[in-house]
């Protein structure tokens, strides 16, 4: 079936430690999204790629980085300048010609 | 600045006990606007996508509206598998802008036997 794999479900991180989130869609669409979600607030946007090898900054980029390798994988790096990255990140997908994002599991950060 | 305000935060219902949720926004070049529904620790799943005023689309219990300010979620006879956070996006068209779902802080509805 197709859809939006994100792993790991859950990830632990120490201070000052970077580390990344695995993003890989099989539904063969072009741009591909990356959520913030914290308690009490609405789904805020960290980066997007609309095609392979480019991105654009979101509303809160600051403390990450992205890649878009390939079409299917788009991996976020929480870095040691992202000062509150416990959060629940959300990757989603869609094709340029449709409007209907499909959004992966999630996977939940936690500073430790 | 591109706003979506949803309605009231927790609704609290008994089952077969009808209502709605609301969703206000205030953007320029409306692309669509959507509703999700989302359990706890998941992804958010699609339920609908609304492009013009005077739309209306349903699904099972669930029927959204929209109007040039605003979009209900009207939820018919809720049984407590309906419990729920249901949120509400809007796209816009960019112009160059940044791409993206705009969302709302979502309703969480709990629906009581």
């Known amino acids: 079936d197709g859809g939006i794999t994100q792993s790991p479900k859950y990830l632990f991180r120490k201070e000052g430690q970077n580390v990344t989130l695995s993003c890989e869609q099989n539904?063969?669409?072009?741009?591909m999204y990356w959520y913030r979600q914290d308690p009490g607030q609405g789904l805020r946007l960290i980066y997007y790629?609309?095609?392979?090898?480019?991105?654009q900054k979101g509303d809160i980029a600051e403390g990450y980085s992205v890649s878009r390798e390939k079409k299917e994988s788009f991996p976020l790096t929480v870095t040691s300048a992202q000062k509150n990255p416990t959060a629940f990140y959300l990757c989603?997908?869609?094709?340029?010609?449709?409007?209907?994002?499909?959004f992966g599991s999630g996977t939940r950060l936690t500073v430790v | 600045e591109d706003q979506v305000t949803q309605s009231p935060e927790a609704l609290r219902l008994q089952e077969g006990e009808s209502s709605s949720l609301n969703c206000s926004y205030t953007?320029?070049?409306?692309?669509?606007l959507f509703w999700y529904r989302q359990d706890p620790g998941k992804g958010p799943e699609f339920l609908f996508t609304?492009?013009?005023a005077g739309e209306e689309k349903e699904k099972e219990r669930l029927k959204a509206t929209l109007t040039k300010k605003e979009s209900f979620l009207h939820i018919t006879a809720p049984k407590p598998e309906d419990s729920a956070t249901y949120l509400c996006?809007?796209?816009?068209?960019?112009?160059?802008?940044?791409?993206?779902?705009?969302f709302g802080k979502g309703t969480h509805l709990i629906i009581q036997p």
């Open positions: 989603a997908s869609t094709s340029l010609r449709t409007d209907g994002y499909t």
């Open positions: 790629s609309q095609i392979v090898n480019d991105f």
């Open positions: 996006a809007v796209r816009i068209h960019s112009g160059g802008g940044a791409d993206g779902l705009t």
């Open positions: 539904l063969n669409h072009d741009a």
């Open positions: 953007v320029s070049g409306l692309r669509g």
């Open positions: 609304l492009y013009s």
